[in-house]
C-alpha cells in the first residue's frame, strides 16, 4: 500500500457520510441498533464494531486502519497516552513470576512502569546496555516474557540492532516490543525486523501539532485481541473522538513534516558540532555518533531531536544560554512544528535528577519547521557570550 493512499485515502468510507472530505468527529459513547440480533451480533465484535466508544469508534477506526498501515502491522490500538499505549502492550504479556528485558535509559515513565508498577506485582526487568545483542542473550532466563526496546532512546539516542535483537528473542520464543517514538514509522519499521508490537507517543511526530496526548500500539490481530480483552477494555485509557479526528489532521501532513525535520536538522547539527562552546553532540545521523553505521542501515531518514554538552563552568551559564535563545521554547517532548530545548539543569535540584546518567551541562534539542538560518543565528547570539567568558 502506497504512503500516500494510506494517509489520504485509507479507511475513509466517504459515502457513510455525506461524502465530506473531512471525516465527522462521532462524538457518541454509543451507538444504537434496529434490533436485538443487531445488537447481540455488535456485542459479540465490540473490537470491531461501534457499540460502546470505549471499545470503537468509527472516527477513531479510521486512524486505527492508517496506523495499522503504516507500520505494516495487523491491528492497531489508540490510547489516552504514549505512557498507556505501553503499560498496555507490556502488561498483557507478563504475569506475576515473569521477568522482563528492557534496554537501559527507556522513557522515564516506562521505567518506572517496569521497576516500580510492574515490580509490585512480581515481575522483574532487567535493564540492559542495548548497544550490544549479546548483553540481552546473556540476561535471558527460563521466566523471560518480554524484551523491550527503544531505538533510538530519546536524550543520548543509542540504538539498538532491532533485527538481531528480534531474532533472538524468536529463537527463545520471547515476544518482542519497541517505543518507536523517535523514528516514526515513515523511518523505521520494526515489524519488518522482526518486531511483535510498535509502541508510539502519537503526541509526538504523528499528531505534530503539540496540541494532543495519544498513544499507538501496533502489532498482530492475535496480539491485540489480547490486549484489548484485558488492559485496554479494563483501565480504558482510550483516545477520544475528539482527539483522534484532531491526530487524523496532524497525521495529513507527517510525510512532509519529516522530510522537513531531516532536512534541516543535519544543518543545525553541521554548525553545533564545528562551535567551541559545544563539547559533545549527541545525533544518530552524525558521521561522530558511534553508531552512525547502524542508524543509516535501519533508518531511512535523519529525525529532528539532537542532544548536546556545553563547555560552560556554571548551571547559571547554561540557563542563561537558554533564556537567551529566542526561537527555542523551553520545553518538554518534541515533534511539533516549534524548535524546542530541554535543559538537564532544569533537573539540576530536583529528586529526579540521575547525575551518573546524564550532565547538568546537556541540552536536548528538536528542531521544528522553523527556517535553518533563523535557529542557527538563534543559536549563534545566544551562544556568543560563553566564548568571552
Ligand atoms: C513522550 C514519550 C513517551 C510517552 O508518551 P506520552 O504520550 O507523553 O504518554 C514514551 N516514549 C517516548 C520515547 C516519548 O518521547
Known sequence: MDLSYIINHLGEERSEYFRSVSPPIMQSSNFAFDSVADMRQALAHEMDVSFYTRGHNPTVAILRKKLA???????????????????????ATVEAGDHIICVEKPYSWTNK?????????????????????AN???????????????SPNSMTFELQDIAAVAQLARQHGILTAIDNSYATPLNQRPIEMGVDMVMHSASKYLNGHSDLVAGVLCCSRALAEKVFGSEFMTLGGIIAPQDAWLMLRGLRTL???????AATTPKVVDYLEQHPAVSKLYYPFSTSFPQYELARKQMKAPAGQFSIELKADTVEAIDAVCDRLQYFLLACSWGGHESLIFPLSTLYTSANYQASVLPWNFIRFYIGLEDTEVLIKDLEQALAPLLDA
Open 69 to 91: 498501515a503504516l507500520e505494516g502491522a495487523e491491528e492497531c490500538l489508540l490510547f489516552a497516552s504514549g505512557s498507556a499505549a505501553i503499560a498496555a502492550g507490556v502488561m
Open 113 to 133: 512502569l517496569l521497576n516500580q508498577l510492574l515490580a509490585r506485582f512480581g515481575v522483574k526487568t532487567t535493564m540492559v546496555d542495548g548497544r550490544e545483542v
Open 136 to 150: 540481552f542473550a546473556a540476561a535471558i532466563q527460563p521466566n523471560t516474557k518480554l524484551i523491550l526496546l527503544e
Open 255 to 261: 510525510p512532509i513534516r519529516m522530510d522537513r525535520v
